[in-house]
């Protein structure tokens, strides 16, 4: 393949994750982007989707990339990254039951989930106190399939509120190119 755009940049070994020595491309070449496009994200947008729609070929999904070099991947330019953060609000459903043993049972639980990386209450409100409480939820959507809200139900909350973070909305610069 004599037109790759990794066909110059040196190999290089070096430890991967686990020690082992491995071959790999020095570091991708990247082009001086002075992107005149922005294209808004929308839910559900894919990167070779919004390449075929700008560059008329879904296989230039790499210049949009390029383009954009505060993120680390296309999947997480496009918010589809595995690891998503949920913010719920939630109070104990029973009113009558002392909430601090409740939620301390709640956030052991949360935590010792298979995919869940981080239970963290962004409230100040002492757990003792029977108000709600706002919790952000890290996890691996891959191996967390089951709603969040419907396992606070399970422990004996009521979820008032929740989102999941995504990129909708937000720009991304799209390169000149030929189309």
Avoid at 71 to 93: D, N, R
Wanted: hydrophobic residues 35%.
């Amino acid at each position: 393949m004599t037109d790759s755009r990794y066909r110059t940049p040196p190999h290089v070994t070096g430890p991967d994750a686990h020690g082992r020595i491995t071959l790999a491309v020095d570091a991708r070449p990247l082009p001086s982007a002075h992107g005149t496009y922005h294209h808004i994200l929308s839910d559900g947008d894919r990167i070779d989707a919004v390449a075929a729609k700008y560059y008329g070929d879904p296989l230039a999904w790499w210049r949009i990339s390029d383009a954009n070099p505060e993120t680390l991947s296309p999947w997480t330019l496009f918010g589809v990254e595995p690891l998503v953060t949920a913010t719920l609000t939630a109070v104990p459903a029973d009113t009558r039951s002392k909430p601090e043993p409740l939620w301390t049972a709640l956030l052991t639980e949360l935590g010792a989930l298979p995919g869940v990386e981080t239970v963290t209450v962004e409230d100040d409100e002492p757990l003792r106190s029977g108000g709600p409480h706002r919790l952000r939820i890290t996890y691996n959507r891959l191996t967390r399939t089951e709603p969040l809200s419907r396992l606070l139900a399970t422990a004996g909350f009521t979820v008032l509120d929740s989102a999941v973070s995504t990129r909708a909305g937000k720009a991304v610069v799209i390169p000149p190119g030929e189309r």
